[in-house]
C-alpha cells in the first residue's frame, strides 16, 4: 500500500487516471496496475490499496538474479515502485491546470512468501518517496 499525503492546509488535490508499477532498475515494469481515482481535502491522508500480478513478463538475466538468490527461499528483493497520475489542484471556485504528477520509490523491499515463493509483499518501514509535477 502507498500512503498519500496532502500537507497543503489550503488546496485539495483531485488525482485522474492513477497507474502504480512496479520494475526493476533499470529495466521496463514487470507488473502495472490501474487504481480508482481519489480526491484529498486539506491536509488529508489516503491508503492506497492494491494489488500487482506479475503474469508472462520478461526478467532478464540480470534481473533474474535477485530473484534466484533472494526471492527462490521466501527472502526479499528490491524493486522500483512508481506511481503516476494527472493532478489538479483547487481552492474553492479556483483550479490548476492538469498537471502528470509522478511518485518515484526506490529501493522498497518485497518479501516472498507462499508455497514456492509465488507470493509477494511489500516489507520495510514507510518511506519517504520522491514527487515530480
Known amino acids: 500500500a502507498i500512503l498519500a499525503a496532502n500537507p497543503n492546509a489550503k488546496l485539495s488535490v483531485t488525482y485522474f487516471s492513477p497507474l502504480a508499477s512496479v520494475s526493476f532498475a533499470p529495466s521496463s515494469p ?12 486539506p491536509g488529508n491522508t489516503t491508503t492506497l490499496a492494491f494489488r500487482l500480478v506479475v503474469d508472462d ?17 521466501g527472502g526479499t528483493v528490491e524493486v522500483q515502485v512508481r506511481l503516476m497520475a494527472v493532478a489538479v489542484f483547487d481552492r474553492g471556485g479556483w483550479r490548476t491546470r ?36
Open 57 to 73: 513478463a520478461y526478467v532478464g538475466p540480470d534481473d533474474a538474479a535477485p530473484l534466484k538468490s533472494g526471492g527462490g527461499g
Open 30 to 41: 514487470i507488473a502495472v496496475a490501474s487504481l480508482a481515482p481519489f480526491s484529498q481535502g
Open 98 to 133: 492538469r498537471r502528470v504528477m509522478r511518485v518515484m520509490c526506490d529501493g522498497v523491499q518485497v518479501v516472498f512468501r507462499g508455497k514456492n515463493s509465488t507470493e509477494a509483499a511489500f516489507n520495510g518501514p514507510p518511506r519517504r518517496c520522491d514527487v515530480v509535477l
